[in-house]
C-alpha cells in the first residue's frame, strides 16, 4: 500500500535553499520518470521519514494542483553523521510496469554451531511489480554446515520477480569463526610482560 504524502512544490534551489527547506522539518526532492520535466518537491520530513524506512517504499505523491503521482524511493542521500533525510530521488511509476529495484538480502535459521552465517551481498537487483515491491529477499541457513554457499541464481525470490544480478554471485555463507593469530600473540606478550614485572618486583 502507498504511503500518502502532500508535497509542494519547490522554487528555489542550491545548498542554501535546501538547507532552508530541512530547518523547515522538510525534505528536498526530485520526482522524475515517463519522459516528463522533473519536479522538484518540497515532502514533509516526519512523514517522509517513517516511509523511507523501507528505502524502495512506494509513496502516492498529492501535489498542490490536485494532480497525484505513484512513486518509488528511488535514492536517499543522509547525513553522514545525524542519518537524518537530506534528498531523495523518486522515480514515477504506473501499474502493470516492471522496475529493476535492490532488495536486501536477510538470512534466517541458524546454521550448526560454531559455524557462522555471513551476507555476502547486503542486495540482490530484481525486476518487480512497480506497485509490488517486497521488502526483502529471505535466506534459510538453518542446519547449514561450514562451507555452505548460496549463490544469487539458487535464492528463491519474492512472486513475480525476475533476477537481474548475476546468477553466479555468492549472496551468503557459513563459515567457522577465524582466530585471529595477531590477538593471540598480543596476548602472550602481555602475559610474558605480566610475569617480567612480577619477577623484577
Request: charged share 30%; proline share 5%; net charge negative.
Amino acid at each position: 500500500m502507498a504511503e500518502k504524502l502532500n508535497v509542494e512544490l519547490r522554487e528555489d534551489f542550491g545548498k542554501g535553499a535546501s538547507r532552508r527547506l530541512r530547518a523547515e522539518s522538510r525534505v528536498p526532492a526530485v520526482l522524475y520518470g515517463h519522459g516528463q520535466d522533473p519536479f522538484h518537491l518540497s515532502l514533509p520530513g516526519h512523514d517522509t521519514a517513517l516511509a523511507a524506512r523501507n528505502s524502495n517504499a512506494l509513496l502516492e505523491l498529492s501535489l498542490p494542483d490536485g494532480t497525484k503521482h505513484l512513486a518509488l524511493i528511488k535514492e536517499i542521500q543522509r547525513h553522514p553523521l545525524k542519518r537524518s533525510l537530506n534528498h531523495l530521488d523518486l522515480i514515477i511509476v504506473r501499474k502493470g510496469e516492471k522496475v529493476e529495484v535492490e532488495i536486501p538480502v536477510v538470512l534466517t535459521g541458524e546454521p550448526v554451531a560454531p559455524a557462522a552465517a555471513f551476507v555476502e551481498l547486503q542486495t540482490l537487483t530484481l525486476l518487480v511489480d512497480a506497485l509490488n515491491v517486497p521488502e526483502q529477499v529471505e535466506i534459510d541457513v538453518e542446519g547449514s554446515e561450514d562451507g555452505f554457499q548460496v549463490f544469487a541464481g539458487d535464492v528463491t525470490l519474492p512472486e513475480d520477480s525476475e533476477l537481474v544480478s548475476d546468477v553466479e554471485l555468492i549472496v551468503a555463507s557459513v563459515a567457522l569463526p577465524r582466530v585471529d593469530e595477531s590477538d593471540d600473540e598480543d596476548a602472550e606478550s602481555a602475559e610474558e610482560s605480566a610475569e617480567e614485572s612480577t619477577e623484577n618486583e
